[in-house]
């Protein structure tokens, strides 16, 4: 009477064909093995995926479960061991828990006590060389960088590139690097926060290097603002070495922003100016300073003028009274009327929920681009060990792999952090939109101030008038006016019109 054994046979990808590992040679080769060898096979068990990660094979956890139904099968045959499991957690599911044989048609049949032995061998050898590939991955990247040249994926700005003595380099990518030099003198000079800096650049279209490119996070931007690599350095593993690459900004324009990033609260003053940080020379770009000057009555008044950092300049300073005057301008320019108040507000909140579902939407997407870049990234490991994928391709395979992880992670995290609008922000969009020009002229100075800074990055101050920098979505109404085609201008969300909800 035969032997009755379940077969499994299995490929990680397509390219196994050409070594002669595919489904049919297998499935060829254990049928002329059971003929030759008394085995009758109940039944075939194909899979094709990666056996990396325990846990992951349909096929194989089905035929443990038919093992623990059958009473007449207790031997697996496969083309080779290593086709059935690649760590000891499933050797001893099959040969210890389920109590079967496995029989190998290159290796022979694992069931005495000797050939168990070799078997449970095999298994933590093949989990011993996956740790030491990473031990010298990770020993290799650290010695790239000791010597000066970036060892993974290109940051953003950059490009990888490989030189004439075949060393793997970067280099400044001509579409982003003026961006990333731009948005540290922004972060530096020009008072933004983190936030409006990640509004610029979703408008200045600086994205991740994932793909074709994501709109970059707070954490990303956070990220680059503290990364040495923009300066001429290199920092790897806690240890900082000075780069082979092209630097993009100054070491003092990267200590600035370091200065900015990390430095305390600064205590209450007696004297507060109000308007200080928001007002700029339209002259020669400095900041408008302030300063208190006391008349012969005792009476003081306050007074902006440009600081003039970059030498003498033509702007004649302006008492407090008569610059906030002149601001209410830039209210006035963003005013609209009740009527439209009332069709926006409905169209904002189903906007609001319609960006909700694409956000759900999209979460789903990443967590299933998640899944599938891990799941690559145990294929190619696969192919290493097979000898299928040369070992400095999958570092490089895997090195890609890892980075665009990474950027879903990144992504999914902010996405995760992201609240949902809530009816109270959209109120108060449309106080300051209705408004505005009422509330400034019957509050004072500090109020005026807020509401200032609340619509504008910064405002650019002549003789003959005021320009605003506004931020989203007052912008959009701004330009909308003043052109008399509301409409054209789309909702007040902060994006552009051919942007996705999410971008």
Not at 258 to 276: D, E, I, S
Not at 458 to 485: C, H, M, R, W
Request: with cysteine; glycine share 6%.
């Amino acid at each position: 009477m035969k032997r009755k054994v379940f077969a499994y046979i299995r490929v990680s990808t397509s390219k196994q064909a050409i070594h002669g590992y595919s489904l049919e040679a297998q499935e060829i080769h254990l049928r002329h093995y059971a003929e030759g060898h008394g085995l009758e096979i109940v039944e075939l068990f194909i899979e094709d995926e990666s056996a990396f990660t325990s846990g992951k094979r349909l096929e194989f956890k089905k035929m443990c479960v038919r093992l623990e139904e059958s009473t007449d099968v207790a031997a697996i045959l496969c083309y080779k061991q290593d086709r059935l499991q690649r760590n000891l957690t499933d050797y001893s599911l099959l040969v210890e828990g389920l109590g079967v044989s496995i029989i190998s048609a290159t290796e022979g049949e694992i069931s005495d006590k000797e050939n168990a032995l070799m078997g449970g061998i095999r298994a933590v050898l093949a989990r011993e060389e996956s740790l030491k590939i990473s031990e010298r991955v990770t020993s290799g990247m650290k010695m790239k960088a000791a010597k000066g040249f970036w060892p993974s994926s290109a940051p953003v700005g950059y490009l990888n590139y490989t030189d004439k003595d075949e060393n793997k380099r970067i280099m400044p990518d001509p579409n982003s690097a003026a961006l990333v030099v731009k948005l540290f003198e922004l972060y530096a000079h020009a008072g933004m926060s983190i936030t409006d800096l990640r509004n610029w650049a979703r408008e200045a279209g600086l994205k991740t290097r994932r793909g074709e490119g994501k709109p970059l996070a707070r954490n990303g931007i956070h990220r680059i603002l503290q990364d040495p690599i923009y300066y001429g350095d290199i920092r790897w593993d806690g240890i900082t070495n000075s780069g082979k690459h092209e630097a993009l900004i100054s070491k003092a324009l990267f200590d600035r922003v370091q200065a900015r990033l990390h430095r305390k609260p600064k205590p209450k003053t007696k004297h507060h100016f109000h308007y200080r940080g928001l007002l700029f020379c339209g002259y020669c770009g400095c900041m408008l300073t302030a300063e208190r000057h006391a008349r012969e009555s005792g009476k003081e008044y306050i007074y902006y003028r440009c600081s003039g950092s970059r030498g003498k300049c033509g702007q004649p300073r302006y008492r407090e009274d008569v610059i906030a005057d002149r601001l209410v301008e830039v209210i006035n320019r963003i005013r609209i009327s009740p009527e439209i108040v009332e069709i926006l507000r409905g169209e904002q909140l189903a906007t609001a929920k319609a960006r909700g579902r694409a956000r759900r939407a999209k979460i789903l997407e990443l967590k299933s681009d998640e899944q599938s870049l891990a799941e690559k990234q145990d294929m190619a490991y696969q192919d290493k060990l097979e000898g299928v994928l040369p070992e400095n391709r999958w570092l490089r395979v895997d090195e890609q792999l890892a980075a665009q992880l990474a950027d879903v992670r990144e992504e999914l995290s902010e996405l995760n952090a992201e609240r949902e609008p809530k009816w109270d922000d959209l109120r108060t969009t449309f106080e300051r939109l209705e408004q505005g020009p009422e509330l400034y002229r019957r509050s004072g100075h500090a109020f005026r101030a807020q509401q200032l800074s609340a619509v504008a990055f910064e405002l650019v101050v002549t003789a003959e008038n005021i320009e605003p920098n506004y931020k989203k979505p007052f912008g959009a109404v701004a330009k909308g006016l003043q052109e008399s085609d509301w409409w054209s201008q789309g909702d007040l969300n902060p994006r552009r019109r051919d942007e996705s909800p999410l971008s």
